[in-house]
């Protein structure tokens, strides 16, 4: 008999907000830049769109050369490990026909669960920033990999 809880104690708290918003972040195998190119990130914002009819919120995201950050909010029955292996799968089909070897990813991922609107907030100009506290452009306006697929309003 298992007496294990439905949810980690850590989520029980949280249980009230239905449908959560999750912070996930995850990276290539051995931190390799190969993520920030036009066919790649195109994987990602079509994955969004296809998946959005279904209950698969992608929000707001920045990928960077060697991880990606974003927003995402999921309805019953999707779950955050599956949701990100397939859009780790989606992507790394990307990366073949670019002439990137597999394996692309390190394991599992980062997930942080968004109590609030201020904590959504912050976050969100944390990233947003990321590419320029990585040097890769002067103003987060000017990284052309960073956007919002699915409004997600708290």
Same mark, same amino acid.
């Given at each position: ?10 989520? +029980? ?42 209950? +698969? ?91 919002? +697929?699915?409004? +997600?309003?708290?």
């Amino acid at each position: 008999m298992n007496t294990q809880p439905a949810h980690p104690p850590r989520m +029980i708290p949280f249980q009230k907000y239905g449908h959560p918003v999750w912070f996930i972040t995850f990276g290539t195998l051995d931190r390799r830049p190969i993520l920030a190119r036009a066919e790649v990130y195109r994987s990602l914002v079509d994955f969004g769109a296809r998946q959005a009819p279904r209950g +698969i919120a992608l929000g707001r995201h920045v990928v960077m050369p060697d991880h990606i950050h974003l927003f995402l909010r999921l309805a019953p029955p999707y779950e955050t490990g599956a949701t990100v292996g397939f859009l780790k799968k989606a992507m790394s089909a990307a990366l073949t026909r670019v002439g990137e070897k597999a394996p692309h990813w390190q394991p599992g991922y980062f997930d942080h669960l968004v109590r609030d609107a201020r904590g959504y907030s912050g976050k969100w100009e944390y990233v947003y920033q990321n590419p320029v506290r990585a040097g890769l452009v002067e103003s987060a306006e000017q990284w052309p990999y960073s956007g919002e +697929i699915v409004p +997600i309003v708290y």
